[in-house]
């Protein structure tokens, strides 16, 4: 509730960027804060899974604190290899062990095997 609210005093908020009424306001939402990779560790782990499947596992970058889609998105580039994430881990198809490594410390995660 804001000060006069519902009277004839009272003043609507307006978007700091755009200046506009809130309920008018176009401005997309505020880029995401994400972590700096540099305060973060990448844990790298090759694991099999059903079927003989072998897949390289990233851990320990948070969902919320990094663009995991995005990372994601690269390491398939980078390592001609299918992906999926599951909550905060960003699993790529296959042994890509030393790329994945050079990819993150290249974006200046320090990374753990
Ligand atoms: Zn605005």
């Not at 540099?38 to 919320?64: F, H, I, M, N, P």
């Not at 995005?70 to 905060?88: H, M, P, Q, S």
Request: net charge positive; aromatic share 4%; proline share 6%.
């Amino acid at each position: 509730m804001r000060l006069f609210e519902g009277t004839q005093f009272d003043i609507p908020p307006k978007c700091e960027r755009c200046g506009k009424l809130l309920a008018e306001c176009q401005c997309p939402p505020p880029p995401k804060a994400w972590l700096a990779p540099e305060k973060q560790t990448a844990r790298l782990a090759v694991e099999k899974r059903k079927k003989g499947k072998v897949v390289t596992v990233v851990r320990g970058l948070s969902a919320e604190g990094n663009d995991l889609a995005a990372l994601l998105t690269l390491l398939k580039n980078k390592c001609g290899a299918g992906g999926t994430i599951e909550g905060d881990e960003v699993e790529i198809q296959g042994e890509h062990l030393e790329r994945v490594r050079e990819i993150l410390a290249g974006l200046k995660y320090k990374v753990r095997t």
